[in-house]
């Protein structure tokens, strides 16, 4: 299970990485900047519930940030077409912790934790 969380914290820590590379941009419309910043917040929650909770706690927590996230690459991925890519980083990120999300659950459900 370690090794799975230190392989999810990394798509989730590129994902903070190139929102912040972006972020940088001096051509961005304030309406972008405000999705990323939504977005790095979403991220950063997930990061902290990744590293400081117990698997059988962090399931609800990183559903709910994992769909609000999910919510935010859509619009950003609408918003311009210089952020597209940055939208498939970040829905990758999202789809690492989804997957996270099944297998504590499963683990779970047939008593491993």
Do not use: C, P, Y
Request: glycine content about 4%.
């Amino acid at each position: 299970m370690k090794e799975l969380k230190d392989k999810t914290l990394l798509q989730v820590r590129h994902a903070l990485e190139a929102i912040e590379e972006q972020r940088e941009a001096d051509n961005l419309k304030d309406a972008d900047k405000l999705l990323l910043e939504q977005a790095a917040v979403a991220l950063r929650n997930i990061e902290r519930t990744i590293v400081r909770e117990k698997e059988e706690d962090m399931v609800a927590v990183l559903e709910k940030d994992s769909k609000e996230l999910k919510e935010l690459t859509k619009s950003i991925a609408k918003s311009t077409k210089k952020l597209e890519g940055l939208a498939e980083v970040i829905g990758k990120a999202s789809t690492v912790v989804e997957g996270l999300i099944k297998i504590i659950t499963t683990a779970v459900v047939v008593g491993l934790l």
